[in-house]
Nanobody, 122 residues
Framework: VQLQASGGGLVQAGGSLRLSCAASGRTLSSYSMAWFRQAPGKERKFVAGITWSGSSTYADYLKGRFSISRDSVMNTVYLQMNSLEPEDTAVYYC?????????????????WGQGTLVTVSS
């Protein structure tokens, strides 16, 4: 499985971005997918995840600003990010897990994309 993340960029505080994660190599219909992020000098941490059936989980610190979705036909997962804050600046990674349940730890995922940089200016 290869994951290709895209959609990052520079945005002003309060703005929105939508990240995409396109998968190739096999269908992800039975995989759980997630987004993580890593700020400079910080550990990579869980942002949001979605199961094969569409159930989603979010990190508490997001305060409802982000939304994850998946398009099984296009084999793509999205992360809609609204009301962005400078603290959201990070490299965002998508990840896939060969199980139907979600976990919030980095070690629980089998495949990773290359990351896409999101920079939020104040």
């Amino acid at each position: 499985v290869q994951l290709q993340a895209s959609g990052g960029g520079l945005v002003q505080a309060g703005g929105s971005l939508r990240l995409s994660c396109a998968a190739s190599g096999r269908t992800l219909s039975s995989y759980s997918m997630a987004w993580f992020r890593q700020a400079p000098g910080k550990e990579r941490k869980f942002v949001a995840g979605i199961t094969w059936s569409g159930s989603s989980t979010y990190a508490d610190y997001l305060k409802g600003r982000f939304s994850i979705s998946r398009d099984s036909v296009m084999n793509t997962v999205y992360l809609q990010m609204n009301s962005l804050e400078p603290e959201d600046t990070a490299v965002y990674y998508c990840a896939a897990r060969k199980y139907t349940t979600l976990v919030v730890v980095v070690g629980g995922y089998d495949y990773w994309g290359q990351g896409t940089l999101v920079t939020v200016s104040s």
